[in-house]
Every structure is written in C-alpha cells, then in structure tokens.
C-alpha cells in the first residue's frame, strides 16, 4: 500500500501537524472553562494549514504533477495519523495537567458549561476535548486536502504528465493535418 508513499514525510507533517493542535488543546485544558472550547477551533485551522502544506509540498515534490487522487490519498493518510498522534498528546496532557496540577478538584471541572454538561465528573471535559480533535481535526484536514489538491493540480485537464499530453496533441494535429 505504500510503495510509492513518502511514509517518513507523512510522519513528519502529522507530528508538526498534531503539535500545533496539541498547544492549543493545552491552552483549553489549562483554562477549563466551557466558554474557552473556541480556541479549539483555532487548532483545527492550525492543523487544516499544516495539512495543506503537507499536500502543496507534496505535488512540489513530484515536480508539480501529482494526480489528483495520489494527493488526496497522501492528505487523508496525513490527517489520521496526525489524529491519532493528538489523541495521544491530548490525552497525557489531560492527565498531567488536571490530575497534577488539581488533584482534589472533582466538582465543576469544565466550567460555565451547558446543564447537560454539569455532573462534575471529568470525562465531560475530556469528552468535548476528544470530540474537537478527532471530528474537527478530520473535518479540517480531509476538507483542505480536497480543495489543495484540486487547486495545485497544474494540469486540470487530466492525470497525465504535461509533456505527455503536448505530445499527444501534437500527434492528433499531425492526424488532422495529414487527413487535409
């Protein structure tokens, strides 16, 4: 499956890519107040742009010709592993950050949140946490991957190469020229 995938540069934008959430869901977790989740949304656009760099990169890389497909599939494989890796640092950062720095606050972890948010226990926080970084990392990172590799695809016409479709061409006029 991945034999003509770059898998190391995969790993390398999903790491930049989850870092850069992973300090902001630092921010919210630190702050703990229902009203604070737009900053979230902030490291959804974070790793929406390191996903489209990721995918410019990538057709720059093979020289500004990469078929459409081949871009959405590296984009998309990009995005889960970087998902996966927020996951990860999320979840220890919670841990750390709530369990160490709060040891013996169980009652309003999330503050000012909607009623049906407010039992006082922990996995409420860490709820809207995950949800946030797993759908809106998807969202974001499937979204820009779409609309990137449609964009900086130089050749819209197909996925050939541009020399190749000069050739053809040349060879469809030296047919029409020949029929006259």
Not at 2 to 12: A, D, G, Q, T
Not at 113 to 134: D, V
Not at 148 to 162: E, L, V
Request: aromatic share 10%; glycine share 4%.
């Amino acid at each position: 499956m991945f034999k003509n995938h770059p898998v190391k540069s995969y790993l390398i934008y999903s790491v930049i890519a989850a870092l850069l959430y992973s300090v902001v869901a630092y921010l919210f977790i630190r702050n703990q107040t229902f009203t604070s989740s737009w900053i979230l949304y902030i490291g959804n656009a974070l790793f929406g742009c390191c996903i489209a760099v990721f995918v410019i990169s990538y057709n720059k890389k093979r020289r500004e010709n990469a078929s459409v497909g081949t871009m959405i599939a590296a984009g998309h494989i990009t995005t889960v592993m970087a998902v996966i890796i927020v996951c990860i640092i999320s979840l220890l950062l919670f841990l750390l950050i709530s369990y160490v720095s709060h040891p013996s606050q169980q009652t309003e972890v999330l503050s000012n949140a909607p009623p049906q948010m407010e039992s006082g226990e922990r996995h409420q926080f860490l709820l809207s946490l995950f949800m946030n970084a797993i759908i809106g990392n998807v969202a974001a990172g499937s979204f820009v991957s779409l609309i990137i590799s449609y964009a900086a695809k130089r050749d819209q016409k197909g996925n050939t190469s541009t020399k190749a479709t000069n050739e053809s061409e040349l060879l469809n006029q030296n047919k029409a020229y020949n029929q006259n």
